[in-house]
Nanobody, 118 residues
Framework: VQLQASGGGLVQAGGSLRLSCVAS????????MGWYRQAPGKQRELVAR???????MYVDSVKGRFTASRDNAKNTAYLQMTSLKPEDAAVYYC?????????????WGQGTLVTVSS
């Protein structure tokens, strides 16, 4: 399984970014996809997860600002991030596997850096 994340960059506080994660080597449509982030000096943390049918869950700090979605035909998961805050700055990783409300699955992408300037 390979996961290729992209879409990170530098954005001003209050701005938006959309991350993408293209998956290959697995039956994408059957798998939960997740987004995690890791800021310098901090542990990797859950951001959002989306089940095969589109059901989602979010960490409280991003609810109402971030939206996870997926296009099973394109084997791609997305994370639309709006109203970005400096504390959202991190390397964002996509993840595949596991259950919606469980911990991460076994497969990780390489990460994409999100920088938020104040």
């Amino acid at each position: 399984v390979q996961l290729q994340a992209s879409g990170g960059g530098l954005v001003q506080a209050g701005g938006s970014l959309r991350l993408s994660c293209v998956a290959s080597g697995s039956p994408f449509s059957f798998n939960v996809m997740g987004w995690y982030r890791q800021a310098p000096g901090k542990q990797r943390e859950l951001v959002a997860r989306i089940a095969s049918g589109g059901r989602t869950m979010y960490v409280d700090s991003v609810k109402g600002r971030f939206t996870a979605s997926r296009d099973n035909a394109k084997n791609t998961a997305y994370l639309q991030m709006t109203s970005l805050k400096p504390e959202d700055a991190a390397v964002y990783y996509c993840n595949q596997g596991g259950l919606l409300m469980s911990g991460p699955g076994p497969y990780w992408g390489q990460g994409t850096l999100v920088t938020v300037s104040s």
